[in-house]
């Protein structure tokens, strides 16, 4: 176990495209059990950012730290292990397999960090309010919906780490509150790290601490 | 759980997947129906070669002072039969034994000193042990010899070469002298060969007429072979217990001498390489001929599948990314390509080999006209075969699959 105050660290991390720079010299870290928000203008380097945590996309430079070990250096399968031992997601659009229903989508995580059991995934969807939806594929659910399902395939395997790129960018805002304390009531039970993007006020609120982006930088960081 | 995926990715691209079964179906289906074929047309094509002739010639073994001697030496009558009794009996497909001495025959003020030899045309012998009778005689080693009239059925009457014939223009019906005795001549025969110039008489018929009771000279053995590989070259004196057990086993031309050798006493038996040589060489390429047109054909199904795979993995990309994100292993997305793969295989084998069995049959009955013997010991191994050719087919896919980078395709943004 790292210390609890440096649970996710970021050292001078850049991202460079052939034709822009996503991130330029990101330092940061996160405590074990924060609440992080992530704000600032399209373009800003959010989803990079987030990218370059969870290892599906390497930094150009700099290094990643989460939980004492430099996910940099790390090769690919070894990377795929980490993150499914380590790390839930939830994309901005609700990506689930069209073809499986809900229970299976949630079943498919468990199967890659171990094995498939419906019943706790059928039990993760009750928690969630869909345990009604269990058999329903993804064309045949609402957008809120969707991304519930999302929340429960992310969290499905006890991650200590939550990464989620606005997770309600298209919900109303409705649907975006309950999704929130949704969120909120499984984080009060759980305890993990939530890293939250969103350009939405409303949601960046929920969140103790809130950093904003800008250009590739951090260029405000601030506790509630 | 991977059988839930695979299963609904099918059923969510129902015509990829048919196209890819009936790829493998096509494949599997032209080289198993190849495979049958060849097997049957093998056996018939090696039949069919044995009208160039015998392929073992056994003959009295001369040893030492024998020789010197100018004694004759020669074979036992009774031991024909016991060339039935060998391990390969059922590949021996025609024996003829020869009695070999001379006469003298005068027609017409001419005469001349020719070969009369003594043997069948064609009969059929019971089995040594079994019921049912084998055929024996001139005609199952030289089918190509052909018999004008009647072959000679005692010492009143022969057969004469055509050559002789013509020189000394006689012909069935006439009577010709041997050796100061007139006989009838009850055929001629034309071999193309040194027998021309020979006359013939019924085996039994010159034993008596020479006191040579029980004696033969030589046999001639027309045998299936197996080709000849390098092992079957080797001197069996110098083979190892196992060595020599399986060649002995195998139905080379060298190992079934040896063992027509054994049944006859004091016999020295040696394949007639010329051919022996040229049914092996046919039977070989026919082979290859075979293996490369299934290995074309399988190749074909290989690449059905992997293009099909390949194509559908732009449209897979984001499931595959998502997989990814989620953790998936390369091992465990190869898995689900695999398996895919295997049940691709089993089913197209499984349709492969019905459809083989139709066609193999149509092909046997319209071109060869012979009812294909179906070998269901085919279907597992069509099966497994065909699960090959498809897994085969998604190696490359697979590799594709893996350089897919899941941070491009779920960025939020498209
Ligand atoms: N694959 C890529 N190739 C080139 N440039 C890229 C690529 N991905 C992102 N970028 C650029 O990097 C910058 C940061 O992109 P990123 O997706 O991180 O922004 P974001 O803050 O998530 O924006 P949004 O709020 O619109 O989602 C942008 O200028 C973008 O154009
Ligand atoms: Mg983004």
């Known amino acids: 176990m790292g210390s609890a105050d440096e649970f996710i660290k970021l050292r001078c991390v850049s991202k460079e495209y052939a034709t822009a720079s996503a991130l330029r010299g990101i330092d940061m870290v996160v405590e074990k059990g924060q609440w992080v928000s992530v704000v600032g203008p399209s373009g800003s380097g959010k989803s990079t950012l987030l990218n370059i945590m969870s290892g599906l996309d390497n930094p150009t430079s700099g290094q990643v730290v989460i939980d004492s070990t430099d996910i940099t250096a790390m090769k ?6 980490f993150r499914r031992e380590k790390i839930g997601f939830v994309f901005q659009q609700s990506h689930l397999i069209p073809y499986l229903n809900a229970v299976e989508n949630v079943m498919l995580a468990q199967y890659f960090h171990s094995i498939a059991d419906e019943r706790e995934a059928a039990d993760s969807l009750e928690r969630v309010g869909m345990g009604h939806r269990i058999d329903h594929k993804p064309s045949q659910l609402s957008g809120g919906e969707q991304q519930r399902i999302c929340i429960a395939r992310a969290l499905i395997n006890s991650p200590q780490i939550l990464l989620a790129d606005e997770p309600t960018g298209n919900l109303d805002r409705e ?3 309950k999704i929130l304390e949704l969120l909120n009531r499984l984080y009060s039970e759980r305890q993990f790290t939530i890293i939250l993007v969103t350009h939405d006020p409303f949601v960046a609120q929920w969140g103790r601490r809130t950093i904003t982006m800008e250009d590739g930088k951090i260029i405000r960081d601030e506790y509630r | 759980m991977i059988a839930t995926i695979v299963r609904r990715s099918f059923a969510n691209r129902k015509k990829a997947a048919a196209l890819m079964i009936a790829s493998i179906t096509f494949g599997t289906a032209i080289a198993s129906s190849l495979i049958v074929i060849s ?10 070669l044995r009208a160039f002739g015998a392929n073992i010639l056994v003959e009295p073994e001369i040893e030492g002072m024998a020789d010197l001697s100018g004694q004759r030496r020669y074979l036992r009558y009774e031991d024909i039969v016991r060339a039935k009794t060998i391990f390969w009996r059922h590949n021996i497909v025609g024996i003829a034994p020869f009695l070999e001495t001379d006469a003298e025959i005068t027609s017409n003020g001419k005469s001349e000193k020719v070969g009369l030899i003594g043997s069948w045309y064609y009969k ?4 040594p042990g079994e019921t049912g009778t084998f055929p024996v ?3 199952t080693v030289s089918p190509w010899w052909s018999l004008s009239g009647k072959w000679s059925d005692s010492a009143d009457n022969i057969v004469i070469g055509s050559s002789i014939a013509s020189e000394f223009s006689v012909k069935p019906g006439d009577r010709i002298d041997v050796d100061g005795t007139p006989l009838k001549i009850s ?3 034309d071999s193309g060969g040194i027998e021309d110039r020979q006359i013939f008489m019924d085996l039994e018929s010159l034993q008596r007429l020479k006191g040579a009771g029980g004696k033969i000279s030589k046999v001639l053995v027309s045998a299936l072979t197996a080709p000849m590989d390098t092992f079957a070259y080797r001197d069996p004196a110098s083979m190892s217990k196992a060595e020599y057990e399986k060649w002995y086993c195998t139905g080379y031309v060298t190992s079934i001498a040896k063992q027509i050798e054994d049944v006859f006493k004091g016999s020295k038996a040696r394949p007639i390489w010329q051919v022996a040589g040229t049914e092996g060489k046919v039977l070989k390429r ?7 047109l299934c290995l074309m054909t399988l190749a074909a199904s290989t690449l059905g599948v992997s293009t099909t795979m390949i194509m559908g993995l732009v449209q897979r990309k984001e499931e595959i990314g998502l997989m990814k994100a989620l953790g998936a292993g390369s091992e465990k997305i190869a898995l689900i390509f695999v398996t895919e793969g295997i049940m691709i295989g089993l089913a197209g084998g499984l349709f492969g080999y019905l459809l083989s069995v139709g066609a193999s049959q149509y092909i046997g009955t319209k071109v060869f006209g012979i009812a294909l013997e179906q070998r269901a010991m085919l279907l597992p191994m069509t099966m497994a075969g065909a699960a090959c050719v498809s897994i085969a087919g998604t190696v ?3 590799k594709k699959a893996m350089e897919v980078r899941s941070a491009v395709i779920l960025k939020g943004e498209q």
């Open chain 1, 175 to 177: 649907n975006t509150r």
């Open chain 2, 396 to 398: 490359l896919p697979i």
């Open chain 2, 286 to 292: 026919l082979k290859v001929l075979v293996y490369l």
């Open chain 2, 39 to 48: 097997m049957e047309i093998g056996g018939r094509v090696s039949r069919e």
């Open chain 1, 76 to 81: 690919e399968d070894e990377m795929a292990r």
């Open chain 2, 187 to 189: 055929g001629t025969l």
């Open chain 2, 124 to 127: 059929e012998l019971p089995l």
């Open chain 2, 137 to 139: 005689g001139i005609k």
